[in-house]
């Protein structure tokens, strides 16, 4: 079974405070994404990364940064968090297989508030 | 890149009524894929559907793929509370990049 874990389920930040989320995953999976969900607005992708130390902008990059140095671990990065960055934070990971293409298998996500 | 409208937002159904859910791209895709999320959950992989005009079933779940690769449906038969969650779809382009749907967040009631 493919696991990807998150470093928190809830986490409460103050406004302006430096945010780590970590995402580990045990599939020696080459592809790892972040995303955030908010009600209405389903999933949109934040950062991916396709190797280490690669990193690529998804759709809402803007506010975040995102690491990559070892294949197993991608943490994402609020240098100076806002309340408009209150939302719930996915981890995904993925391989490119012939028959199931590029399915993503999920963390359990964080939900940060940030106050 | 793609875009990808999914409607309706909300589905609420009777136990034993079917209902469907539709999604459509702005481009044509390589493949599409579905993922269901309980609440509280994370989303999970269901199937994916690669060829024009693919068909796969799931025991009650009907999953359909255009023929122009531009637009899928699910259709659930004999709603169960056990399929209560959000489905998602989401297109993968010819970049390989995975764009989501917004989701159908489905309620039951008994």
């Known amino acids: 079974d493919v696991k990807v874990t998150q470093s928190s389920r809830y986490l409460v930040k103050r406004t302006g405070e430096k945010v780590f989320l970590e995402c580990v995953q045990d599939?020696?999976?080459?592809?790892m994404f972040w995303y955030r969900q908010d009600p209405g607005l389903g999933l949109r992708l934040i950062y991916f990364?396709?190797?280490?130390?690669?990193?690529e902008k998804g759709d809402i990059p803007e506010g975040y940064s995102v690491s990559r140095e070892k294949k197993e671990r991608f943490s994402l990065i609020l240098e100076s968090a806002s309340t408009n960055q209150t939302s719930m934070y996915l981890c995904?990971?993925?391989?490119?297989?012939?028959?199931?293409?590029?399915?993503?298998?999920f963390g359990p996500g964080t939900r940060l508030l940030v106050l | 890149g793609q875009q990808v409208m999914q409607i309706p937002q909300y589905q609420h159904v009777q136990e034993g009524e079917d209902f469907t859910t539709y999604c459509n791209s702005s481009?044509?895709?390589?493949?599409i894929q579905w993922y269901k999320q309980r609440p509280g959950g994370h989303p999970v992989f269901l199937i994916q559907?690669?060829?024009?005009?693919e068909v796969k079933k799931q025991k009650r779940l009907t999953f359909q793929f255009g023929e122009a690769k531009k637009n899928s449906s699910l259709h659930i038969t004999a709603t169960q509370t056990t399929d209560v969650g959000t489905y998602f779809c989401?297109?993968?382009?010819?970049?390989?990049?995975?764009?989501f749907g917004a989701g159908t967040t489905v309620t039951v009631r008994a």
């Open positions: 995904a990971s993925s391989f490119l297989s012939r028959d199931r293409g590029e399915t993503q298998y």
């Open positions: 599939m020696d999976h080459e592809n």
């Open positions: 990364s396709y190797d280490v130390k690669m990193k």
């Open positions: 481009t044509t895709l390589s493949n």
């Open positions: 559907l690669v060829k024009s005009g």
């Open positions: 989401a297109g993968q382009g010819v970049d390989y990049k995975l764009s």
